[in-house]
């Protein structure tokens, strides 16, 4: 990778696409390694299934003087007739009102369970054009969904805050400035409790349609927490589907509750993987910053660049000899402990962004006009990344 600093190597890579290509690299190699994790896991239930309805098959071929062909050819019409929403059990019409507004939730969630599908040419053309429309209205909701939600905890911790440090000093007197309001301009909520309460509440509501699910459909505590999370990250198996059965007990309450789960589980996951995105990010400018310095470490004879980081871990100080604390002629103690410490104030130094507009969201403020980043890492970005950002970015070149 060329070095931004000393310009080495064939030609120079800027930090965002540098930035670009490692996290395509790593997401190669987080793919690369969910697929052996699930080939090991499902291989061996797939074959030993296939094995065994490949025994009853021709069991029932011999007891009822089948030839394989004709069997075959049997349940292939079935495949057809399933495909079409036809079920050995009762179950409700796919395309009556009801199954055709779950299916457009799906549609405009971008859930896709995929047990139920257009079959006329007319509903495919139709599909085309309703998706398109339905789900980038249902990305806007999502991204104002997250805004306010941010905007919403970031106040709430803000008054909890300001009441735990007006105990600590004493009540004001009434009237005063600190007596008013949940001020404090100079706290700002950690992203890392954003984090963990959306967690919670992710937990929360998965727990509850968790149960509500086993009660209803019959599904183990388990299954439904899978369901819980397939359905909420939008990923959308099919393998499990929710109110298919033609009649449930209060059904009507049970379909608005269903209805009102997903949606709400929905905006807590989107919000919740937006947040983890942020820290992703982070990791990614920490491994290119470690990278970069050790290329140009190495074009400089061995000497570290320093870092353009305002924030210095506490244990690394230059001396008069250019060593640090606790070591003489300049060596590291420890350098796995000192790169942990360093991955972790990097990460501090750069959510200090994110933090930023949590607190500002929380006042009600805007960014100050006319103020630039300089070499901001959160600059640019689409969708709930660049709600988050373009409010962060002219924090980065002041800290």
């Not at 931004?4 to 965002?16: A, I, K, V």
């Not at 292939?76 to 199954?99: I, L, N, Q, S």
């Not at 509501?205 to 149960?211: I, K, L, N, T």
Request: charged share 20%.
């Amino acid at each position: 990778m060329a070095c931004r600093g000393c310009g080495c190597g064939p030609g120079h890579l800027s930090e965002d696409n540098a930035r670009f290509l490692l996290l395509a690299a790593l997401i190669a190699l987080y793919l690369l390694g969910g697929a052996a994790v699930f080939s090991a896991l499902e291989l061996a239930h797939e074959r030993q299934a296939k094995q065994r309805w490949e025994e009853r098959l021709a069991d029932f071929g011999r007891r009822h003087n089948l030839s394989r062909g004709e069997l075959r050819g049997f349940l292939r019409h079935y495949e057809e007739a399933a495909e079409a929403g036809v079920r050995v059990d009762h179950t409700r019409p796919r395309w009556d009102f009801t199954g055709a507004f779950y299916f457009v939730g799906t549609v405009v969630s971008t859930i896709g369970f995929g047990m139920t599908t257009p079959a006329t040419v007319g509903g495919k053309i139709f599909l085309i054009f309703y998706g398109l429309l339905g789900c980038a209205s249902t990305i806007l909701f999502f991204n104002l969904f997250l805004e306010r939600l941010i905007t919403v905890i970031a106040h709430v911790m803000k008054c909890c805050h300001q009441q735990q440090r007006l105990r600590r000093e004493g009540a004001p007197p009434r009237g005063s400035p600190k007596s008013q309001g949940c001020g404090g301009a100079g706290w700002k909520p950690s992203v890392y409790y954003v984090m963990l309460i959306l967690c919670l509440a992710s937990l929360l509501v998965s727990g509850c349609a968790s149960a509500m699910y086993t009660c209803i459909e019959g599904w183990s505590y388990f299954d439904s927490l899978y369901f819980c999370f397939v359905a909420f990250s939008t990923i959308g198996f099919g393998d499990l589907v929710s109110s298919q059965h033609a009649v449930y007990e209060s059904q009507g309450l049970y379909r608005v509750a269903n209805f009102a789960f997903i949606l709400v589980g929905v905006c807590c996951i989107y919000s919740l993987f937006n947040v983890i995105s942020i820290l992703i990010k982070q990791s990614v400018n920490w491994i290119l910053r470690k990278l970069d310095g050790g290329c140009c470490g190495r074009c400089r004879g061995g000497l570290p660049r320093a870092r353009r980081n305002a924030v210095t871990p506490g244990h690394v100080r230059s001396s008069g000899g250019g060593g640090t604390e606790g070591e003489a002629g300049g060596r590291r103690p420890s350098e796995e402990v000192v790169s942990m410490k360093d991955f972790l104030a990097a990460n501090k130094v750069s959510l200090a962004v994110l933090q930023k507009q949590l607190s500002e969201t929380a006042n009600g403020c805007c960014p100050q006009a006319g103020m630039q980043p300089r070499d901001s890492e959160f600059s640019g970005g689409v969708g709930a990344f660049a709600i988050m950002n373009n409010r962060l970015a002219e924090t980065s070149g002041d800290r």
